[in-house]
């Protein structure tokens, strides 16, 4: 690379930071976390993780991690995706396709919006840690 | 595919050395195999300072802390953690005090609790071989403020300000040696940086240099830019292969992004560095005597005045600090002298980094706040004491400082308090001592190590420390007098006075203080030819119990050589002329028979 200017330095500490912050999980108080067990990766929970990344990434919110977990137990909605933010009810959305993740992101994380028909309740509260 | 988890592996010398190397290998070689290569991010950073349960191999954004991670674990932390998103139970990380393993923070670990990290702000964190990752986090805009928005006064001042004190042990005011270089009349100055870490048991400076090399870098352009000189040394000691070549990959890649050489980011201000190579003698952390060796000569310090700050490499201006001063310095410049202030105590402000090590659960690589309790270090961040045995001393400063006792556990540490106290901070080694740890055994340890590491130059540190070691030599045989205890303060006081340089000054002062605070132990030894912890061979006799021995024959199988005799099911005897004192007898006496006095 050539040598750099005070803007190029500028502009590649701004680009490379949004990778890195990524890293840092402190003060990330949203999450998201998609049940990847093999019914949730069959059902297309990758591409659901791919879009939500992609969102998150379009919305410049970071204040976001987004997690996986194993099988949540909903396997008749898979993709399963749990999400947390402050404030709101902790939510459990089903059938999460790529298009849904985005919905969730721009509705829910955004607006402080449930996104109404993909909700579903935990399998068995009991055995689920509030 | 956008990457989903990171996985940091940790490259510091410790966790290399127990193959990090093949961990991080393993690792990309089963997450190619495994399908997931697109999704992961492997990053070698540097030292996590958990290098007690190293190597270290942490899995983001799920936080998974896992330790003693061995290559053959990659398989499973590709498929669990990765594939499955699962944590690998076995590897994580317990506390005693943790009850469960799920509900896990690595924050929790109380041996992160209690630190704040600003040295190693990006250890553990980047990878030390990338600059971007450094730029990413607010790297080089430290400089870049300076060459932009400050002048070589404001940048003075901003030290000033932050009360920084040169971490290398002698907690000198850093913007003092700059603004005496700033002031020297010459067209040529140098910017040094001392890398010759050299106590027993230190690696500071070393974790920081192959943990986040940028960081340096910088703060001696910042230096560069303040007090007008254009080039930078680093002296370095070539035991450090990996700290070297980290250094070299940053430099070159700080050069092609035009961060170094001429007419730095269009500023018109022009910095580069060499390194430069230590043999590893201790002196040569002396500065004067650093300088010598840079300059080809001998590594034997020369008398102050003149100070380097004014006539040091070759002859010109030089500001010279150590690795953990520069790296504070990037912090300061960017969150202000009133911040650095605001953390530590009223004279030492900041933070220090020690290398904790010795009898202690949890040893490694921790940055506390300046007036930190040692209890606070021993107990809450290095979980206490091996085998919960008794707290005997913490040895800080090496071979240049001095014990602390369990009456100082409450003692909050920084420069003042730990001289006040007769030891000093030194450059961040803390040994934690335990009750089967004999004091003149340690004194003797390190006085043997000053007697190899004196460079001769001056008849009191060359004399001195060969004296105070055959005392201590003949004390440890028993054969000590209380004249010999009065000898030992009379050639350590005149030693404190008479030395050229820190390391002769100092190094009376392990026995000094031990002296003060253990004065009954040296007694011990003198009158009752005694030494209770079993160190000093010559005073310890092992005996066995004849009414207590039942003839198993386990100690006689131990023996290594062979001097425990005996019928089987009678009892045993130790040939005393032949007993080797080394207690592989006592230790496998499952009935307590054999006695050590």
């Given at each position: 690379m050539a040598k750099m200017t005070l803007e190029d330095l500028r502009t590649l500490r701004e680009s490379k930071k949004g990778e890195l912050d990524k890293r840092d999980t402190e003060g990330k108080d949203i999450h998201i976390i998609i049940g990847m067990g093999t019914c949730g990766i069959a059902a297309g929970a990758k591409d659901s993780l791919d879009a939500f990344l992609d969102e998150i990434e379009k919305h410049k919110i970071d204040n976001v991690t987004v997690k996986q977990t194993g099988c949540m137990g909903l396997c008749y909605v898979e993709p399963t995706v749990e999400v947390k933010v402050p404030g709101m009810p902790d939510t459990i959305y089903g059938n999460v396709d790529a298009k849904t993740a985005r919905d969730i992101v721009s509705e829910h994380i955004v607006n402080g919006k449930l996104v109404d028909k993909h909700i579903f309740d935990r399998p068995a509260k009991d055995i689920v840690k509030e | 595919m956008a990457v989903k988890n990171y996985i940091l592996v940790c490259g510091g010398t410790a966790c290399e050395s127990s193959k990090a190397t093949e961990i991080f290998n393993s690792l990309k070689e089963e997450a190619e195999a495994q399908g997931v290569i697109d999704d992961v991010q492997i990053v070698k950073t540097g030292c996590f300072g958990f290098c007690e349960k190293g190597p270290i191999v942490k899995i983001l954004p799920e936080e998974a802390f896992y330790v003693e991670v061995v290559p053959e674990d990659a398989k499973e932390i590709i498929s669990e953690s990765i594939v499955k998103g699962r944590m690998v139970e076995r590897l994580l990380y317990v506390d005693d005090t943790q009850e469960q393993k799920d509900e896990f923070d690595v924050e929790d670990i109380k041996f992160y609790q209690k630190q704040v990290r600003i040295v190693l702000r990006n250890c553990g964190f980047i990878d030390p071989e990338k600059i971007d990752e450094y730029i990413a986090r607010e790297g080089y805009a430290a400089l870049e403020k300076v060459l932009f928005d400050m002048k070589p006064d404001d940048v003075i001042n901003e030290l000033k300000e932050s009360g920084l004190r040169g971490r290398g042990g002698a907690g000198f005011p850093t913007w003092m040696k700059w603004n005496f270089t700033k002031g020297a009349d010459n067209d040529q100055k140098y910017i040094v940086c001392n890398a010759d870490e050299g106590d027993p048991g230190a690696y500071m400076d070393r974790s920081t240099l192959e943990g986040d090399p940028h960081s340096v870098l910088e703060a001696m352009a910042i230096a560069g830019y303040a007090v007008g000189a254009d080039t930078g040394v680093i002296y370095i000691r070539a035991e450090y292969p990996l700290a070297i070549e980290r250094l070299e990959i940053a430099i070159k890649q700080a050069r092609d992004y035009g961060l170094l050489g001429k007419d730095i980011l269009g500023s018109g201000f022009d910095f580069d560095f060499e390194i430069r190579l230590g043999a590893g003698a201790f002196v040569c952390g002396e500065e004067t005597a650093l300088l010598r060796s840079i300059e080809g000569n001998r590594g034997m310090p020369t008398p102050k005045p003149p100070f380097p700050a004014v006539e040091g490499l070759?002859?010109?201006?030089?500001?010279?600090?150590?690795?953990?001063?520069?790296?504070?310095?990037?912090?300061?410049?960017?969150?202000?002298?009133?911040?650095?202030?605001?953390?530590?105590?009223?004279?030492s402000s900041g933070t220090k980094v020690?290398?904790?090590?010795?009898?202690?659960?949890?040893?490694?690589?921790?940055?506390?706040?300046?007036?930190?309790?040692?209890?606070?270090?021993?107990?809450?961040?290095?979980?206490?004491?091996?085998?919960?045995k008794?707290?005997?001393?913490?040895?800080?400063?090496?071979?240049?400082?001095?014990?602390?006792?369990?009456?100082?556990?409450?003692?909050?540490?920084?420069?003042?308090?730990?001289?006040?106290?007769?030891?000093?901070?030194?450059?961040?080694?803390?040994?934690?001592?335990?009750?089967?740890?004999?004091?003149?055994d340690v004194a003797k340890f390190y006085q043997e190590f000053c007697v190899e590491e004196s460079c001769g130059k001056c008849a009191p540190c060359r004399i001195g420390t060969r004296k105070l070691y055959d005392i201590l030599n003949k004390i440890s045989k028993g054969k000590g007098t209380h004249q010999d205890l009065e000898n030992m303060k009379t050639i350590g006081t005149a030693m404190k006075k008479a030395a050229l340089c820190g390391l002769g000054q100092t190094a009376p002062n392990p026995i000094l203080s031990s002296l003060k605070f253990f004065e009954d132990e040296y007694l011990e030894h003198v009158d009752d030819k005694i030494c209770k912890a079993g160190k000093c061979k010559d005073l310890v006799r092992f005996e066995i119990d004849a009414d207590k021995c039942i003839g198993c024959t386990v100690c006689a199988r131990k023996c290594p050589v062979g001097c425990i005799s005996g019928e089987r099911k009678h009892p045993h005897v130790i040939d005393q002329d032949q007993c080797v004192k080394c207690g592989e007898c006592y230790a496998a006496c499952k009935f307590g028979a054999i006695t050590k006095s």
């Open positions: - | 070759w002859g010109k201006p030089t500001v010279i600090n150590n690795v953990e001063t520069w790296a504070n310095i990037p912090m300061i410049i960017l969150k202000g002298g009133e911040w650095f202030r605001g953390i530590g105590t009223e004279r020690f290398a904790l090590t010795g009898k202690i659960n949890n040893s490694g690589l921790v940055e506390v706040p300046m007036g930190t309790t040692l209890r606070e270090i021993v107990y809450d961040i290095g979980g206490g004491i091996k085998d919960d008794a707290f005997k001393a913490v040895q800080t400063g090496g071979p240049s400082g001095g014990v602390l006792t369990k009456d100082f556990l409450d003692t909050p540490i920084d420069f003042d308090q730990l001289t006040a106290v007769g030891s000093m901070m030194g450059s961040g080694g803390m040994i934690v001592m335990d009750e089967d740890d004999c004091i003149v």
